[in-house]
T-cell receptor, first 114, second 113 residues
Framework: NAGVTQTPKFRVLKTGQSMTLLCAQDMNHEYMYWYRQDPGMGLRLIHYSVGEGTTAKGEVPDGYNVSRLKKQNFLLGLESAAPSQTSVYFC?????????????FGPGTRLTVL | AQSVAQPEDQVNVAEGNPLTVKCTYSVSGNPYLFWYVQYPNRGLQFLLKYITGDNLVKGSYGFEAEFNKSQTSFHLKKPSALVSDSALYFCAVRDSEDYKLSFGAGTTVTVRA
């Protein structure tokens, strides 16, 4: 099993450009999450999905959109990138939404917006 | 609302010495507590979790954590640190009535040979 994978690993964008980050999991997990990691701030939840075809806003959703067309994939889109979106983005998945379940993380995507 | 505090940005210890990484939390209901470790340029790896039961939880790589309800703490410990334990450690909490996981800011551990 590959677990949680993310594409691409690195990306540099100019302000105003758009891009899509892909997250894939092969663990048949129902729930998937997108976080951003910034120095001194830990991980903050951007959007999440409780199942195929569903998405919901997290703590810092502005400037991002997501889609979950297939159970194994969760896409994060930036329509018009801004320098404030320079960050490391992590995808995670879990079998259950809450309670005792553990989230499993991908290796991350380092995004720089110039 | 739920939150996590990791009061130390950095912890430095000598190899072979005990390692402690501090974490305190705040939740409305019962807490579910997690520790993750992040090595350079890698994703987060799960170390251990407390759900219920014994207050001392044992996890991967010789780490353990002690849940203290009265002090609302969940400190991570290792009796004898290794240089390879040098990494960024995150504490996280989930309220039993919520599904979202809240992370602390992280503590950088450096173990010197």
């Amino acid at each position: 099993n590959a677990g949680v994978t993310q594409t691409p690993k690195f990306r540099v964008l100019k302000t105003g450009q758009s891009m899509t980050l892909l997250c894939a999991q092969d663990m048949n997990h129902e729930y998937m999450y997108w976080y951003r990691q910034d120095p001194g701030m830990g991980l903050r939840l951007i959007h999440y999905s409780v199942g195929e075809g569903t998405t919901a806003k997290g703590e810092v959703p502005d400037g991002y959109n997501v889609s979950r067309l297939k159970k194994q994939n969760f896409l994060l889109g930036l329509e018009s990138a801004a320098p404030s979106q320079t960050s490391v983005y992590f995808c995670a998945s879990s079998y259950l939404a809450g309670g005792t379940d553990t989230q499993y993380f991908g290796p991350g995507t380092r995004l720089t917006v110039l | 609302a739920q939150s996590v505090a990791q009061p130390e940005d950095q912890v430095n210890v000598a190899e072979g010495n005990p390692l402690t990484v501090k974490c305190t939390y705040s939740v409305s209901g019962n807490p579910y507590l997690f520790w993750y470790v992040q090595y350079p340029n890698r994703g987060l790896q799960f170390l251990l979790k407390y759900i219920t039961g014994d207050n001392l939880v044992k996890g991967s790589y010789g780490f353990e954590a002690e849940f203290n309800k009265s002090q609302t703490s969940f400190h991570l410990k290792k009796p004898s640190a290794l240089v390879s334990d040098s990494a960024l450690y995150f504490c996280a909490v989930r309220d039993s009535e919520d599904y979202k996981l809240s992370f602390g800011a992280g503590t950088t551990v450096t173990v010197r040979a």
